[in-house]
């Protein structure tokens, strides 16, 4: 068995008490083959045995416990048969690489033309396809972040500071020029007007209140 630990390293087995099975994979991409089902002799006879042990009982019952211990004797010996026949089967539809050993699968991962698996002899349309696809994907990483997509937002005026757009001098709400360079103010709010007579609240527009009169 030594001679195809390489191959059957990369499989599941799928056995059980009725017959043997396996799914051998490319050690590349993983592709799968299942190999055909063996149905073990021994292990349908404990079956029936058993079966006939849990009607009848008695003889029966104790005929299957000894076909079990049988088959726990001789399971070994018919799972390593079963194995290596899979094993013959499945190298049929894989190739190993010369190079590394690997195992895979010809339809995917196979450079018929170099003899060699892809991993060893990548397939120079592949690769160049793969290398523009990274690089492009790259370019655009770079792009995107030498692009300025939040310059027209003020994240120092949300808050309750403001400052200067000229000379970053910190400003008032209500100051409408800055007091060191004389920039405007664009975020300036408008002082609360109101009657000097009846205190009535007028807008900063209004000459006269409303509500009295009087001129301001």
């Known amino acids: 068995m030594s001679n195809m630990i390489q191959f059957v390293a990369n499989h599941d087995d ?32 404990t079956s029936l045995l058993n079966a006939a042990g849990s009607l009848f009982g008695g003889m029966f019952h104790e005929a299957g416990n000894a076909a079990y211990q049988m088959q726990r004797a001789v399971g070994g010996k ?5 194995l290596e ?4 089967e499945g190298k049929q539809f894989f190739k190993q690489c010369n190079r590394c050993g690997h195992w895979v699968c010809p339809d995917v991962c196979w450079n018929h033309a170099a003899g060699l698996c892809e991993d060893c002899a990548p397939d120079e349309h592949e690769e ?14 770079t792009k995107t972040r030498e692009q300025d997509y939040v310059k027209e937002l ?19 709400p209500d100051q ?3 007091p060191s360079c004389g920039t405007p103010n664009a975020t300036a709010q ?10 009535t609240a007028m807008q900063p527009e209004q000459k006269f209140c409303a509500a009295c009169g009087k001129q301001h």
Not at 85 to 88: E, F, G, N, P, S
Not at 128 to 140: G, Y
């Open 128 to 141: 160049l396809a793969a290398q523009q696809a990274l690089a492009a994907r790259e370019q655009i990483y």
């Open 176 to 178: 409408k020029f800055c």
């Open 190 to 199: 408008p002082r609360e007007k109101f009657c000097t007579g009846c205190g």
């Open 154 to 172: 003020d994240f120092i005026n949300r808050g309750t500071i403001i400052q200067c757009r000229s000379c970053q001098t910190k400003l008032a």
């Open 14 to 45: 799928l056995s059980t008490d009725k017959g043997f099975q396996f799914k051998f994979y490319c050690d590349k991409c993983r592709n799968g083959h299942m190999s055909r089902f063996q149905t073990n002799a021994m292990g349908m006879a």
């Open 85 to 88: 026949k899979a094993v013959l």
């Open 78 to 82: 018919a799972h390593d048969e079963a």
